[in-house]
């Protein structure tokens, strides 16, 4: 899983009520029955009835998850369950008892005939702000409704390997959009079928009006459905950019990718939703799907650069966890989880590759592609540095842990590339990081998992002495890695560049153009302190007072009026090159408004550059690090 863009500066299944499926009594079926009622939702809440097989024991707890793969923290997805009730064949009400808030006791279970509750979403739920907007629910009668069925399907102890059906009615202008696979669709209702519990929460379902796009790409069907607010995207938009993506990712991939379909539902919010959530977005991954959520006022060019690098980053999930885990994830405990030691890989392999797979095919050059290993570490240096990759993936859904778990996809990637590295120079270009993978996907594949305690070893016995020395020192150790003794083996050095910034309002790729200063009487104003590309051509200097942005003024600048603040700069980062904008000043105490186009803003940092004194050897190994 990915999120992306906190854009804040100061941040910088399932069926219900009459789609109920009939019961016999007399002969209880060997699948669990599950149905959802999106038509009468009742107060943002739809119904939920689980049918299940006949129960054997006296007593039997049902559960909705506390954690989900992909997703590394606790998330008590109990919490937006409401009035659980059992009922036995007759409609008569049987004891439950809640054990916690994402588990209740059945009690009398052999007369179990079925369990109903309602579900609220989490994109206005109570304490739905905890959620990744993409790991959620959202439901908006008769306009659409995201539907990740880990927070409204649960399970029972003991039928985590039964199959499901899954019976969904919805109105007739929504369409579903999902890789589950269907018994049968109708304008009313949507019949599915799921092998176990996994798979009811491994495939998520977007219902909206039909804005979907699937083409053929090899052996490997692609689909794009997409929910638009303002109707503003369409589907059709997009698919160039996926189409070259995919390609070049299963061109990237070779033999190591073996998915025969991937859909991405991408739910986009208004900015209502995106205050809510803390300015977060992003995609959680599937085995043949993602759900991807960003801001409906995103520019085409926006949007499209960050569906590139966010659904090619779970896309890269086909290869790992899909083709390549542990037993922790292929057993997975929603409630009682064990986590694997491997996020540096999970996690890691899969973002380096993601950027990786852009140079590598031609889709981004080099210097950017220096320039976001370097984003990468300088952000990775905001955690902490000494803590164990290893125990701090075991322990992630705890302290100290949690808090370094935005590490996986900064130090994570970093990691990749030193191994990949490593392997290139003592292979002599040969090999790298991906055939490593490629080779433990042929070994394993996606229902052979690895023994956690093992994996390590395997690899250093395919690959070099030191490789070990490597995992053993910054994986599994706690020493930080210096970054410029791999630079410098494929002839790479510091020195200055210029590299693109997420938007206007940043004097580099790490800090806004202002810095917050009070006056003499104790006001706290912003002041100009850096300029970068845009700006500085639109005749802002250093030094002067910045008040407002596109016509919208800040208000005074303090805690309390963080949100309001956030509002002025949130558009911005949605801006595409040829958006025209101001910026409202004061210098000199005159009040000024100058005009511009946002182009693209580039700042001159010291960043990674290629080293003019690099050997022949060293230039070498560079150009299969990235091209082979």
């Given at each position: 899983m990915k999120n992306i863009n906190f854009i804040y500066i100061t941040a910088v299944v399932l069926f219900f009520g009459c789609a109920t499926l009939k019961n016999d009594t007399s002969k209880k079926q060997s699948f669990i029955e599950a149905s959802v009622d999106l038509i009468n939702v009742?107060?943002?809440?739809?119904?939920?009835?689980?049918?299940?097989?006949?129960?054997?024991?006296?007593?039997?707890?049902?559960?909705?998850?506390?954690?989900?793969?992909?997703?590394?923290?606790?998330?008590?997805?109990?919490?937006?369950?409401?009035?659980?009730?059992?009922?036995?064949?007759?409609g008569k009400s049987l004891k439950v008892e809640a054990i916690d808030e994402n588990s209740w006791k059945i009690f009398d279970a052999k007369k179990l005939d079925r369990v109903t509750y309602y579900a609220n979403d989490t994109f206005d739920g109570p304490e739905g702000k905890d959620i990744y907007p993409m790991g959620g629910t959202n439901f908006k009668e008769e306009e659409t409704f995201l539907l990740n069925l880990h927070s409204m399907i649960g399970y029972f102890e003991g039928f985590k390997e039964s199959s499901y059906n899954l019976s969904i009615t919805s109105p007739k202008n929504l369409k579903p959009f999902t890789s589950l696979p269907a018994i049968s669709k109708s304008d009313s209702i949507d019949v599915f079928s799921a092998k176990r519990y996994f798979h009811i929460i491994d495939n998520p379902i977007l219902y909206s009006v039909p804005n979907a796009v699937s083409f053929d790409l090899d052996n490997i069907k692609v689909g794009l459905a997409i929910y638009s607010p303002s109707g503003t995207h369409s589907a059709e938009t997009y698919k160039p950019a996926i189409e070259e993506m995919m390609i070049?990712?299963?061109?990237?991939?070779?033999?190591?990718?073996?998915?025969?379909?991937?859909?991405?539902?991408?739910?986009?919010?208004?900015?209502?939703?995106?205050?809510?959530?803390?300015?977060?977005?992003?995609?959680?991954?599937?085995?043949?799907?993602?759900?991807?959520?960003?801001?409906?006022?995103m520019q085409k060019q926006e949007l499209t650069q960050s569906l590139v690098d966010v659904v090619s980053h779970e896309f890269f999930h086909t290869l790992t966890p899909l083709n390549i885990h542990s037993e922790e994830i292929h057993n997975f405990e929603y409630n009682t989880p064990l986590m694997s030691?491997?996020?540096?890989?999970?996690?890691?392999?899969?973002?380096?590759?993601?950027?990786?797979?852009?140079?590598?095919?031609?889709?981004?050059?080099?210097?950017?592609?220096y320039?976001?290993?370097?984003?990468?570490?300088?952000?990775?240096?905001?955690?902490?540095?000494?803590?164990?990759?290893?125990?701090?993936?075991?322990?992630?859904?705890?302290?100290?842990?949690?808090?370094?778990?935005?590490?996986?996809?900064?130090?994570?990637?970093?990691?990749?590339?030193?191994?990949?590295?490593?392997?290139?120079?003592?292979?002599?270009?040969?090999?790298?990081?991906?055939?490593?993978?490629?080779?433990?996907?042929?070994?394993?594949?996606?229902?052979?998992?690895?023994k956690d305690d093992e994996l390590i070893n395997e690899i250093v016995e395919?690959?070099?002495?030191?490789?070990?020395?490597?995992?053993k020192n910054h994986v599994e150790g706690n020493t930080p890695i210096n970054y410029m003794d791999y630079f410098a083996k494929v002839g790479l050095t510091m020195g200055d560049t210029e590299v693109p910034l997420p938007s206007i309002l940043f004097k580099d790729n790490k800090n806004p153009f202002f810095i917050p200063n009070p006056d003499e009487s104790g006001t706290v104003r912003y002041i100009v302190d850096g300029l970068n590309s845009s700006i500085e051509k639109m005749g802002l200097k250093v030094g002067d007072i910045f008040l407002g942005l596109d016509g919208k003024m800040l208000p005074e600048i303090k805690k309390e009026n963080a949100s309001q603040i956030n509002e002025v700069f949130a558009p911005s980062f949605m801006w595409d090159n040829d958006k025209e904008f101001t910026i409202t000043i004061e210098r000199n105490n005159e009040i000024i408004t100058l005009s511009g186009i946002t182009g693209s803003p580039k700042a001159k940092v010291t960043g990674i550059v290629e080293d003019i004194n690099a050997d022949d050897y060293s230039i070498k190994l560079r150009n299969s690090w990235l091209k082979n």
């Open positions: 009742e107060n943002d809440k739809v119904k939920i009835i689980i049918n299940p097989p006949k129960i054997t024991q006296e007593e039997i707890i049902f559960y909705i998850p506390q954690i989900v793969p992909g997703t590394y923290e606790y998330s008590n997805f109990g919490r937006f369950i409401e009035n659980v009730k059992a009922l036995d064949d007759k070049a990712q299963k061109q990237f991939l070779g033999a190591a990718n073996k998915t025969p379909s991937y859909d991405i539902l991408l739910h986009l919010m208004g900015m209502d939703d995106l205050q809510y959530f803390g300015g977060m977005m992003g995609a959680l991954e599937h085995h043949t799907s993602t759900t991807v959520v960003f801001v409906d006022q030691k491997h996020l540096w890989m999970y996690e890691g392999t899969t973002e380096y590759f993601a950027n990786l797979f852009q140079i590598n095919q031609g889709l981004i050059g080099e210097q950017n592609f320039n976001r290993m370097l984003e990468k570490l300088n952000f990775s240096q905001r955690y902490d540095d000494k803590m164990s990759f290893t125990e701090m993936s075991a322990g992630i859904v705890d302290e100290p842990y949690q808090t370094n778990y935005g590490n996986v996809y900064q130090k994570g990637a970093l990691i990749n590339m030193c191994l990949d590295i490593i392997i290139r120079e003592e292979s002599k270009g040969e090999k790298g990081i991906l055939w490593v993978m490629q080779n433990l996907a042929k070994k394993y594949g996606k229902e052979k998992p690895f395919m690959t070099y002495p030191k490789v070990n020395d490597f995992f």
